[in-house]
T-cell receptor, first 113, second 110 residues
């Protein structure tokens, strides 16, 4: 089975630009979460979606938004990029029931210059 | 969410057991202890979780003290591939966000 897939794996953007990151969860997983990991720190929670509805939001500005599609894939959008948005963006998916933990993708490395 | 405290780094000899401690003195009765690890440049990997009882799976064992204020993750026979950052996380059951701390850098040496 394919794991959680994220695209692109790397990208470079200029300050002020917009970026869209994509995530495909494991088949059967209906919950998708997004995390930001700045170099040297643990991942920080951004959003969680379940059945296309937002279930949780972390302490991030409104420049960050996300959505989940009927096939449970998800997009994370960041507007007006700042240098501080440079990070590894991780997507995690999980089963709708039970307590089996989250499966993370390998992430998208975003560099803002 | 309860906060966790972990040592910043630990070393372990290859083939020996690695014991990673975690303090979570403010854990509430319905919060689980989760362990994840992150190998360089990869996403975190779920290892194990528990509520009260000790747990074991193919990767590791989790020992939770009776008062639930601390726990230990045990990798029974550490290999070089176990070198990673290990995160101890406390949270309610399924569906809630994970609150990562700084974790413990485990270095397995030959």
């Amino acid at each position: 089975d394919a794991g959680v897939t994220q695209s692109p794996t790397h990208l470079i953007k200029t300050r002020g630009q917009h970026v869209t990151l994509r995530c495909s969860p494991i088949s059967g997983h209906k919950s998708v979460s997004w995390y930001q990991q700045v170099l040297g720190q643990g991942p920080q929670f951004i959003f969680q979606y379940y059945e296309k509805e937002e279930r949780g939001r972390g302490n991030f500005p409104d420049r960050f938004s996300a959505r989940q599609f009927p096939n449970y894939s998800s997009e994370l959008n960041v507007n007006a990029l700042l240098l501080g948005d440079s990070a590894l963006y991780l997507c995690a998916s999980s089963l709708p029931t039970g307590n089996y933990g989250y499966t993370f993708g390998s992430g998208t490395r975003l560099t803002v210059v | 969410d309860a906060k966790t405290t972990q040592p910043p780094s630990m070393d372990c000899a290859e083939g020996r057991a690695a014991n990673l401690p975690c303090n979570h003195s403010t854990i509430s009765g319905n919060e689980y202890v989760y362990w994840y690890r992150q190998i360089h440049s990869q996403g975190p990997q779920y290892i194990i979780h528990g509520l009260k009882n000790n747990e074991t799976n193919e990767m590791a064992s989790l020992i939770i003290t009776e008062d639930r204020k601390s726990s230990t993750l045990i990798l029974p026979h550490a290999t070089l591939r176990d070198t990673a950052v290990y995160y101890c996380i406390v949270g309610k059951e399924y569906g809630n966000k994970l609150v990562f701390g700084a974790g413990t850098i485990l270095r397995v040496k030959s």
